[in-house]
């Protein structure tokens, strides 16, 4: 039997999550989506996450936060190749150690 990859579980679990307003699983949805299946790492813009999820980029900056401050995902600020940084998301498991990532 095959492995499910850390995505497919990491989803799994954050939609039985009932505690999330609906804003926010909408975007863990949209971050899904662009996960790496193995790592769970994305970087999609503010924009394209806004127009994904039919929400403002002021929404989904307030619903990111929602799911750092609930321990789903992890956002790092790395460079890209424009000299500009942008965000890198992580999905992560609540109660997970996350010393790794600081």
Known sequence: MEKMPYGFWWRKKFLTDITLPYGAKLVGLVLNYHMDNDTCECFPSIERIAFEASLSPRAVKKHLKIL???SWIYIEKKPARNGYKRNY????????????YF
């Open 89 to 100: 998301y992580t999905g992560i498991f609540p109660g997970e150690d996350r010393s790794k």
């Open 68 to 70: 750092v401050r609930a």
